[in-house]
Nanobody
Framework: QVQLVESGGGLVQAGGSLRLSCAAS????????MGWFRQAPGKEREFVGT???????NYADSVKGRFTISRDNAKNTVYLQMNSLKPEDTAVYYC????????????WGQGTQVTVSS
């Protein structure tokens, strides 16, 4: 079945950087819109950003200018480069895939923990 596997999470000091990866298997990756979401303890899951199949990106205001999403269709992988990290960025980060722009997400990864210390 389709798998999305995130990696690259960890512990980083405030102001630091991390790059998350999400490797997809068993789907036509290049035709899917890919999204990043996060969920902090005790909070609802929130939108981080998306990248369309053609590479157009969109970000939540809270991460705009600090986070960058990119994709490598040859590697079936989407990335989330996170710079200038803040303690409030601490969360489990999830990638997701959907085939249609205005539909819900079809597939989700298991998440990777990002912890930003102050």
């Amino acid at each position: 079945q389709v798998q999305l596997v995130e990696s690259g999470g960890g512990l980083v000091q405030a102001g630091g950087s991390l790059r998350l990866s999400c490797a997809a298997s068993r789907l036509t990756f290049s035709s899917y819109l890919m999204g990043w979401f996060r969920q902090a303890p005790g909070k609802e899951r929130e939108f981080v950003g998306t990248i369309t199949s053609s590479g157009y990106t969109n970000y939540a205001d809270s991460v705009k200018g600090r986070f960058t999403i990119s994709r490598d269709n040859a590697k079936n992988t989407v990335y989330l480069q996170m710079n200038s990290l803040k303690p409030e960025d601490t969360a489990v980060y999830y990638c997701a895939a959907k085939a249609t722009l205005y539909a819900g997400y079809d597939y989700w990864g298991q998440g990777t923990q990002v912890t930003v210390s102050s």
